[in-house]
């Protein structure tokens, strides 16, 4: 120890000359640098002449020796980009780690490079550098020279056993070189232990050449020749402490097989041999408290493990290296948690510690006869790990209540779980293991809970995470096994995927327990997990209660599935937790499977052709459609999922009215329309009671429909192949629509009944008029079903518009219909004027009878455009010109169409007459201010017949037919003219 004091004390000196000899650097560098920028202010006019500057020799400049006297201009470097957090670590591991790795094997040489730079220092300063580099290129020329010098003479004078003597010879003068320069030279302890480190690595080479290479001494000889210079070299270590010496031993005495090669027939030997060099160099670590040297017996032994069992003979028994296995486990095991110095555990300790398992685990398993026989060994070992974790402090030492004591009472209980649970992976059946597993887990959570360590809890939640893995796999496959066709769809046996639910789903409850128990000890991810597991625990509580039933009875599985729903919703209330809530609501939808498992069966959706327990499915998905609206509201439930379960309920009630039409119309299609009718009625009494917007929307869109639907059914009763209740719908229509204006007060446009009348007025109110176009499409209807004279129908039909335009304007429902009424009475009239056309040019025998009706038709088109009355007047403006010109025209094509039939041969001039007779009306009437726009019509009426007369008349006359019409149409323009004149001059205002 006192020469190892004085090896410090001098290096501690040199550490204090080279810091002065630095700083003596600086200060010069510095006086040269205020020289030079004092300079540079004095001679600011002058132009700057380049100095010419003596490059730094790259050998002073990794010396760190006095700069020349010349300053260099800055540089300017470019910023060095960011470094991330591992590659700063890498850096740190490169600029701390690895030179304490690489010193100890370079003391000889540092020591020799330190004379040559203070050699060269010397000549540098007298400006003798390149006297220097000369001598020294000369030295080292004179030393390869005898070199070869030397490598001739042995070559042709020594032998090998002469060679081999020699070599032993000069390693045992540079071994005791060594401890000479130790012991007499304490300022030069490195050097010496440098030395002695090359004497160990001559006698290792020295052996090897005696041995495997020339073969002198048999191989059990050099094997032990080897084995001596290991125990030597450590001697040398453990007496001087001395880390390239041990260093050294380590890669020595591990390595030998590879030297000796000798290896296959005493693998047991060599690694006991190699565990004892392993403790030995734990010891010398520990020693010299240089923990490098541990983490390079750890690899070295790790990789000489793998390498002697990879050449393993089958027939070896593996008791043997199993034991000497156990030895490097627990000895790198009691290295790694005895020096902890009461702190905790830091990373390389960890890391070590974690490396040291995962090769004990690999090569147990490498080595194990069997599985059982591996799960046996590793249930054994649980043992020492238990008397660790239980005789903490009297085994190392550590204060019971220190973090040492913590720490290694907490990595105990970590090997123990983890041994445990790959001993049982090893031993169980795959069925049972995630079973065994989750008590695993659930007892390192427990004991990482109440010791307080979080690293075992986090073990025990690994375990947890793979047997649930494994157990909901197992159960999955269990599940998926069970599939059969429909409509059974599983048929479930009770064996161990069943028994894996109940595993999970009581798994889930102790874990929620157990944290919950602990909540005070756990950290905020932790109470994180604990709603996991309690959301989980829920989930498979309903699964397992479902996969139960379904063992029982497999249809009922499905249908019972509201059981866990109302539970699960309930849950999610009491515990105040949305995610099991709308777990509840999503077990609505497994309703469904059974439906479409019976629509499978069927072939179709119809509720009439379900199996039983499809229909039994539907009704339940129905009336679940209220129900969970009504359990939130029995249990007060505010939470998002209380607007789903309103929403499902306005959808309950909007099916309500409709849901058996779709079977009526499969099955009982005659009555369809009187169906809608009813639906209609259900959905006003639904209305009125609940006063809900989308049912008040559905009536009016169910209205529209049946009255479509009942006018449409008669156009298929009448002209397609259907023999439905038709006229039964048209009727029940009727009644309806009476039914609905009374009790809405229709008929009036501020009702004064009670509420529920009030209401029915504002659902209906936008529908009421159309109370009155149904009573017109059911008067054509039944015109027609009486006389099969459609002209007759349209024309009762124009009647009755008529009817409601002129008497009844002031009704509230159609005071807003005067105008569609208007033209819809004009477009009869255009429907009936086209009847007429295509009678007369088929020559029908009812051609008269349609010319007739059309003649009354086209008297109350007269009345519309011409009779003012208080319905006239709010439509006529911006319609009624249009309707005028319609309406004459029209009335040309109507006297011309009758002439036709009634003048066989007069009709042509009748017509040519009719034209300026209508053509001079029109003039009279554009005397009007109102009607002075028929002017045009007029013109184009008296254009129309002159042309007609000059082109096509008179060519086809009589002289009898041309002389009538001429005088005819004569004295009618000059009645015609003296009359306009009159009436002309009778309007004209006086002044």
């Not at 639910?501 to 889930?508: E, F, K, N, R, V």
Request: charged share 10%.
């Amino acid at each position: 120890m006192e020469s190892e004091l004085q090896s410090l004390r001098m290096e501690l000196a040199l550490l204090e000359r080279d810091n002065r000899r630095r700083l003596e650097i600086f200060e010069q560098r510095l006086s040269a640098l205020e020289a030079q920028i004092q300079q540079d202010t004095t001679g600011q006019s002058a132009a700057p002449v380049p100095v010419a500057e003596e490059p730094e020799d790259e050998l002073t400049q990794l010396a760190g020796s006095q700069a020349t006297e010349q300053t260099t201009p800055p540089t300017i470097t470019p910023p060095h980009p960011q470094r991330t957090p591992a590659a700063l670590r890498l850096g740190a591991w490169i600029e701390q780690a690895l030179p304490s790795l690489l010193d100890p094997l370079l003391q000889p040489v540092s020591r020799v490079w330190d004379s040559l730079i203070s050699f060269y220092r010397h000549y540098h300063s007298q400006g003798k550098a390149p006297v220097f580099f000369m001598t020294a290129a000369g030295i080292l020329a004179l030393v390869f020279g005898f070199t070869y010098l030397l490598q001739f003479s042995f070559n042709t004078y020594l032998g090998p056993t002469g060679k081999v003597i020699l070599g032993f010879l000069v390693a045992a003068a540079t071994t005791v070189g060594g401890v000479v320069f130790r012991r007499r030279m304490p300022h030069m302890a490195d050097y010496g232990s440098g030395l002695i480190a090359l004497g160990v690595i001559l006698l290792y080479l020295c052996g090897y050449f005696a041995g495997p290479y020339y073969q002198l001494v048999p191989i059990p000889i050099g094997v032990g020749l080897l084995v001596v210079t290991t125990g030597l070299s450590y001697l040398l270590a453990l007496l001087f402490e001395t880390r390239v010496v041990s260093m050294v031993t380590l890669l020595g005495g591990a390595c030998m097989p590879l030297v000796a090669n000798h290896f296959d027939p005493s693998a047991v030997i060599y690694l006991s041999y190699l565990l004892v060099l392993a403790f030995a160099m734990l010891h010398l670590s520990k020693l010299i408290r240089w923990r490098q040297l541990a983490l390079v017996t750890m690899a070295l032994s790790a990789g000489m493990l793998e390498f002697s069992i990879a050449r393993l003979d089958e027939a070896a028994s593996p008791w043997s290296l199993l034991l000497i296995l156990h030895g490097f486990f627990y000895g790198f095991a009691h290295y790694i948690l005895a020096g902890l110095s009461d702190r905790e555990l830091d990373k390389r300790r960890l890391g070590m510690l974690v490396a040291n398992l995962v090769l004990f685990i690999h090569i147990s398993w490498s080595l194990a006869p069997s599985a059982n026989a591996l799960g046996i060994l590793w249930l054994l070992n649980l043992i020492p790990w238990a008397v660790l974790a239980i005789y903490t402090s009297q085994l190392f030492g550590y204060r019971s209540n220190g973090d040492s004591a913590r720490s290694v009472l907490a990595m105990a209980l970590l090997h123990s779980g983890l041994l445990a649970g790959l001993a049982f992976l090893a031993l169980c059946s795959p069925e049972f293991l995630g079973g065994v597993w989750c008590l695993e887990g659930l007892m390192l959570v427990y004991l990482g809970a109440h010791f307080g360590f979080i690293s075992v809890r986090s073990e025990g939640y690994i375990a947890l995470a793979l047997a649930g893995i494994t157990l909901f796999f197992q159960a999955l496959a269990w599940v998926a096994e069970s599939l059969v066709p429909a409509p059974v769809l599983l048929s479930l046996e009770p064996d161990a995927g069943w028994i894996n639910w109940l595993t999970l789903c009581a798994a889930a409850f102790a874990l929620t327990r157990l944290l919950r128990y602990s909540a005070e000890k756990l950290t905020p991810r932790e109470h994180y997990f604990t709603r996991v597991s309690d959301h989980a625990f829920a989930l498979l509580l309903s699964a397992s209660f479902l996969l139960s039933v379904g063992i029982i009875w497999p249809e009922g599985m499905w249908l019972l599935a509201p059981l866990p729903m109302v539970f699960l919703i309930w849950r999610g209330q009491r515990i105040n937790s949305r995610l099991s809530e709308w777990f509840g609501l999503w077990h609505y939808l497994l309703l469904f499977i059974p439906l479409l498992a019976s629509a499978a069966v069927v072939g179709n959706l119809h509720f009439y052709d379900q199996i039983p327990y499809g229909k039994i499915a539907s009704i339940e998905a129905f009336l679940g459609l209220w129900l969970i609206a009504e359990l939130y509201h029995h249990l007060d439930i505010r939470s998002p999922g209380r607007e789903l379960a309103l929403k499902l309920r306005k959808l309950f009630y909007a099916l309500l009215p409709v849901i058996a039409l779709p079977t009526i119309l499969y099955k009982a299609s005659d009555y369809f329309t009187m169906a809608l009718w009813l639906s209609s009625a259900i959905a006003l009494f639904l209305y009125t009671q609940l006063r809900m917007a989308h049912l008040k929307l559905e009536l009016r869109i169910l209205l529209a429909s049946a009255s479509l639907v009942a006018i449409g059914g008669c156009l298929l009763r009448e002209f397609g192949d259907w023999q439905g209740m038709a006229m039964g719908g048209l009727l029940l229509g009727i009644g309806s629509f009476i039914g609905f204006l009374s009790l809405g007060q229709g008929l009036k446009r501020h009702p004064s009944g009670r509420d529920w009348q009030q209401a029915i007025h504002r659902a209906l109110k936008p529908l009421f008029p159309l109370a009155f176009y149904y009573y017109a499409a059911v008067l054509l209807i039944i015109g027609y079903a009486l006389s099969r004279d459609f002209a007759l129908s349209l024309l009762l039909t124009q009647c009755y518009f008529a009817s409601l335009f002129f008497f009844m304007p002031r009704l509230a429902p159609l005071r807003n219909q005067l105008t569609p009424i208007y033209l819809l009475t004009l477009c009869l009239f255009g429907l009936i004027t086209f009847g007429q056309i295509i009678a007369v040019i088929n020559q029908s025998h009812t051609a008269q009878w349609v010319g007739a009706y059309n003649l009354f038709s086209l008297g109350i088109a007269i009345l519309l455009v011409y009779y003012k009355s208080l319905a006239s007047k709010a439509v006529w403006p911006g319609k009624r010109m249009t309707s005028l010109w319609l309406v004459h025209i029209a009335a040309a094509i109507i006297y011309i169409a009758l002439l036709a039939q009634l003048l066989d041969t007069m009709w042509l001039p009748a017509v040519s007459f009719a034209l300026v007779a209508h053509a001079t009306l029109l003039l009279f009437q554009s005397l009007k201010p109102d009607t002075q726009q028929l002017l045009k019509l007029s013109l184009i009426l008296y254009g129309v017949a002159t042309l007609k007369i000059v082109l096509w008349d008179m060519q086809d006359f009589s002289l009898i037919q041309k002389i009538v019409v001429c005088m005819l149409v004569g004295l009618c323009m000059l009645g015609a003219a003296f009359q306009y004149q009159r009436f002309l001059t009778g309007n004209r205002p006086t002044i």
